[in-house]
């Protein structure tokens, strides 16, 4: 099972706030926003300098005032959900259902999860499955991905097949006592190059999935998908062929000085697009 991902920006460090959809034919686009231009403190080193600096920091307000006037245009041209991720009559609408987690992999650590089971799905034929990292975000259906919406869209006009969607949050220690916080896991489990993350899913989750639904094991009729470090995860995974991912700068990713380097990554950036792994 492919799934191509567009991704119409990518999120640098210092960009604006994201808008993601998926699209039409299921496909996962970003729009970005700018935000208001953050101006470095001016530093003058000779005489000749210090006499501009009536000038230069009228340049910096007329560009700060520039920058801040534009931004009702440029809030124009944010990305606008298409017609798949809209709710459309009659098409069948598959079932949603929340359950929680206490992994062994990643001890001490509990999560929610969501299954989405289309309206098609017979027992006696096994689904595709496609697992999502940061599920809450991509389980919403009127946020900016509403997977099961377009999910619902697609598989109504057998532009995809009969699939199962797993949508999964980071793990989170609770926190001891009243007077502690609870510890969020997420960077120690999409980030980490080691093999927790896959052994997480293969041994924990899709088995618990599949005590209540016929899962395909065939590497073709899975993905994966994510943003950001929930992007990242893919890479500790070869048992899904298809992959989408939505990733912008990763300058600051655990590990990621260890990551193999591509024409996107060089600069600290990955950008794996319509990428597939291996299956095993």
């Known amino acids: 099972m492919d799934t191509h991902v567009h991704e119409s920006s990518t999120a640098c460090a210092g960009s604006g706030a994201e808008a993601t959809a998926i699209s039409a034919s299921g496909s996962l686009a970003r ?9 470095p403190p001016r530093h003058f080193h000779d005489a000749a300098e210090l006499d501009d600096r009536p000038t230069n920091l009228m340049r910096s307000r007329l560009l700060f005032l520039s920058a801040t006037l534009s931004l009702p245009l ?18 069948p609408h598959g079932t949603l259902t929340k359950a929680s987690w206490t992994s062994k992999i990643f001890p001490g650590t509990v999560r ?16 595709c499955v496609m697992v999502f990292q940061d599920g809450a975000g991509y389980a919403s259906t009127n946020g900016s991905w509403r997977v099961p919406v377009v999910f619902d869209n697609l598989i109504h006009r057998k532009e995809m097949p009969v699939t199962i969607g797993v949508f999964i949050n980071p793990g989170v220690v609770p926190a001891p006592s009243t007077n502690a916080l609870a510890r969020y896991n997420r960077s ?32 073709n009729d899975r993905a994966i998908g994510g943003a ?53």
Not at 31 to 39: E, G
Not at 74 to 88: C, F, I, K, N, T
């Open 31 to 39: 729009a970005t926003a700018p935000r208001p231009l953050d101006l």
């Open 74 to 91: 440029l809030a124009a041209d944010d990305y606008a959900l298409g017609p798949d991720s809209q709710v459309q009559p009659g098409v």
């Open 112 to 127: 929610d999860y969501w299954v989405y089971v289309p309206a098609q799905y017979a027992a006696a034929k096994p689904a």
């Open 188 to 219: 120690f489990e999409y980030d980490g190059l080691g093999d927790q993350y896959a052994r997480f899913l293969l041994e924990e989750i899709l088995p618990e999935v599949a005590k209540d639904y016929n899962l395909s094991t065939n590497g």
């Open 228 to 280: 950001s470090s929930g992007a990242s995860a893919f890479q500790t995974f070869s048992r899904m062929t298809g992959c989408a991912c939505a990733l912008g700068c990763r300058l600051s990713s655990r590990n990621n000085s260890r990551l193999p380097a591509t024409p996107s990554s060089r600069n600290g950036a990955s950008a794996h697009l319509n990428s597939r792994a291996s299956a095993m």
